[in-house]
T-cell receptor, first 110, second 114 residues
Framework: RKEVEQDPGPFNVPEGATVAFNCTYS??????FFWYRQDCRKEPKLLMS???SGNEDGRFTAQLNRASQYISLLIRDSKLSDSATYLC???????????FGGGTRVLVKP | EAQVTQNPRYLITVTGKKLTVTCSQN?????MSWYRQDPGLGLRQIYY???????DKGDVPEGYKVSRKEKRNFPLILESPSPNQTSLYFC?????????????FGPGTRLTVL
């Protein structure tokens, strides 16, 4: 089993719709969680950190479910510019290593 | 401008010819790391460094070397490149040790080994 797993997609989303997807992690001692966005073959950029209580940044909402070991990202009112690959990132219990999921591709269409 | 730079951005080389990919950051970050990205495999960490002269292996260190002689620079060395090292490489840095902080990535180096 991979340490961090994501549905590769693509999720085809009509403009204005809501899309949500999850990321599961295998190490129950994982401590920090992030969502990064990557545009086609460009460098990943931090979208948001994921806090235990859940957090929201504009149209984006991230949730953490420690009991089931997954994090989620929800995008409301999708824009064409939201088309990208979303990478789930987990900091392992060792503290010094980040593990990336394979990414979920989202395509927002008019 | 705060940034991570990598050079070269594109490189085509032949098997066995030693090469170095440079990485430099101007943010006084302690933590730096190298990743490779391959289709279907995502980003995998090659090496990381928590500070000057402190480096450690990531998930896929075989065939690579690194050094951290200065805080701002973290070069990736391929002593004898092989075709299976053809990949997209990213350098990243973050402020704090442990990689718990925001990772700032360089623009990537696309390497082809023939």
């Amino acid at each position: 089993r991979k340490e961090v797993e994501q549905d590769p997609g693509p999720f085809n989303v009509p403009e204005g719709a809501t899309v949500a997807f999850n990321c599961t992690y295998s190490n129950s001692a994982s401590q920090s969680f992030f969502w990064y966005r990557q545009d086609c073959r460009k460098e990943p950029k931090l979208l948001m950190s994921v806090y235990s209580s859940g957090n929201e940044d504009g149209r984006f909402t991230a949730q953490l479910n420690r009991a089931s070991q997954y994090i989620s990202l929800l995008i409301r009112d999708s824009k064409l510019s939201d088309s990208a690959t979303y990478l789930c990132v987990v900091n392992t219990a060792a503290g010094n290593k980040l593990t990336f999921g394979g990414g979920t591709r989202v395509l927002v269409k008019p | 401008e705060a940034q991570v730079t990598q050079n070269p951005r594109y490189l085509i080389t032949v098997t066995g010819k030693k090469l170095t990919v440079t990485c430099s950051q101007n943010m006084n970050h302690e933590y730096m790391s190298w990743y490779r990205q391959d289709p279907g495999l995502g980003l995998r960490q090659i090496y990381y460094s928590m500070n000057v002269e402190v480096t450690d292996k990531g998930d896929v260190p075989e065939g690579y070397k690194v050094s951290r002689k200065e805080k701002r620079n973290f070069p990736l060395i391929l002593e004898s490149p092989s075709p299976n090292q053809t990949s997209l490489y990213f350098c990243a840095s973050s402020l704090r040790r442990g990689g718990t902080d925001t990772q700032y990535f360089g623009p990537g180096t696309r390497l082809t080994v023939l």
